[in-house]
């Protein structure tokens, strides 16, 4: 079917942290690890595949002090995708763990929301507070794009193609958007940072980094609206995503995951 996907989830790096780390207000245990993962995710069909997110680069890592584990795009080859068939990639949001990586994307356009284009080049940059999460490069280059008509710029709800839809909810930063996703156990919701972690949207627990909390927590709302079931939602950083679904191959354990098909897990 032209409007029904496979949908995976790519890890490429992850960090250490703890459950304080993952809360405002923080946690009463202080002492439990929680780490996240870094994710891209990629839709495919017989017709299209469709990018989300491309995660940083080397370089970026580098000067940030984090480690990858592998390039997020050459990984796209891991499941036979080759990048340059890449048309279209949506970017959830322009912090820096999101976007990246546009030279190795030299055929896709960027979906964005137009209030993460002006929140990144807005007056609110100067506080460390937000503007840290920013990559400065990685924000020229999105505006180069725009000059190069390879920026789809949304201010609303879209769909990129049959089957893949794009909601923004804001909440996190200004312009993040959830991307709903149709596959063969109903729609998906690809949460990004809507919700870290399933923690945060189960228990309506607003991760530490937001810049609207009222639209964070309707967010989780939104993203419940969106997706078949609470099953269907990924968060945007939760090492769980790899525990809770399958690989599509043996050698490809604790990589990629497979989102289109039911978990084999749950934490409940
Ligand atoms: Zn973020």
Redesign the pocket.
């Known amino acids: 079917m032209t409007d029904t996907y496979e949908l995976f989830a790519i890890k490429y790096a992850r960090r250490d942290g703890w459950r304080s780390d993952n809360f405002i207000g923080g946690d009463d245990d202080h002492a439990s690890a929680m780490p996240l993962d870094y994710y891209v995710w990629v839709a495919r069909n017989a017709q299209r595949s469709v990018l989300i997110d491309t995660g940083f680069s080397a370089q970026t890592a580098a000067k940030r002090g984090r480690g990858v584990l592998r390039c997020p795009i050459d990984s796209l080859r891991l499941i036979d995708i080759d990048p340059d068939s890449i048309t279209d990639t949506v970017i959830t ?1 322009l ?1 820096y ?2 976007v990246g990586n546009f030279a190795l994307l030299q055929s896709s356009r960027f979906h964005l929301q137009e209030p993460e284009m002006h929140f990144a080049t807005g007056r609110h940059m100067k506080y460390p507070h937000f503007g840290h ?1 920013y990559e400065p490069e990685d924000v020229a280059q999105m505006v180069r794009m725009n000059f190069a008509q390879r920026v789809v710029m949304h201010d609303g709800p879209a769909e990129v193609a049959p089957g893949i839809e794009l909601q923004p909810v804001g909440g ?2 200004p312009g993040l958007q959830v991307v709903r996703v149709k596959t063969a156990r109903g729609w998906v919701v690809v949460a990004s ?1 809507a919700s870290h972690f399933y923690e945060n949207i189960e228990k309506r627990r607003p991760f530490s ?1 937001a810049c609207d909390v009222c639209q964070m927590l309707e967010a989780f709302d939104t993203v419940y609206l969106l997706a078949d079931s609470k099953e269907h939602v990924i968060p ?1 950083h939760d090492p769980q995503v790899l525990e809770r679904y399958p690989a599509p191959s043996k050698e490809l354990e604790g990589i990629i995951a497979r989102l289109d098909v039911a978990p084999q897990t749950h934490a409940d």
């Open positions: 949001h912090h763990d999101h999460h996190h930063t940072d980094n945007g």
